[in-house]
């Protein structure tokens, strides 16, 4: 079982990154993978990992932090077992590893090496 995030890099304050997340492994078929809520969290040096944002199993309700509101959008494709999390208008304060987690219990409960992303002129 793996999630592997890729997306992250340097980018100037306020643009923008795409972050991606695929699942591949027993029992990330894409039936299963479609029970899955998935999430995007992020952890900044000298703090805690915090929610970014989360997408049920059934893609209708999505939920996000309010430090990134109306910057993000979390979207999935479960054909393609692919969590994405779009991110605009970005501060140097989003700077941090971006985790990918797909969870449906918590004995399936997955996630991935995470990814950096770096805001910085």
């Known amino acids: 079982v793996q999630l592997v995030e890729s997306g992250g890099g340097l980018v100037q304050p306020g643009g923008s990154l795409r972050l991606t997340c695929v699942a591949s492994?027993?029992?990330?078929?894409?039936?299963?993978?479609?029970?899955?809520?998935l999430f995007w969290y992020r952890q900044a040096p000298g703090k805690e990992r915090e929610l970014v944002a989360g997408?049920?199993?059934?893609?209708?309700?999505?939920n996000y932090a309010d430090s990134m509101k109306g910057r993000i959008t979390i979207s999935r494709d479960n054909a393609k077992k692919t969590v994405f999390l779009q991110m605009n208008s970005l501060k140097p304060e989003d700077s941090a590893v971006y985790y990918c987690?797909?969870?449906?219990?918590?004995?399936?409960?997955?996630w991935g090496q995470g990814t950096q992303v770096t805001v910085s002129s």
């Open positions: 987690n797909a969870r449906y219990d918590s004995r399936n409960d997955y």
């Open positions: 492994g027993f029992p990330f078929s894409s039936y299963d993978f479609s029970i899955y809520d």
């Open positions: 997408i049920s199993s059934a893609g209708g309700s999505t």
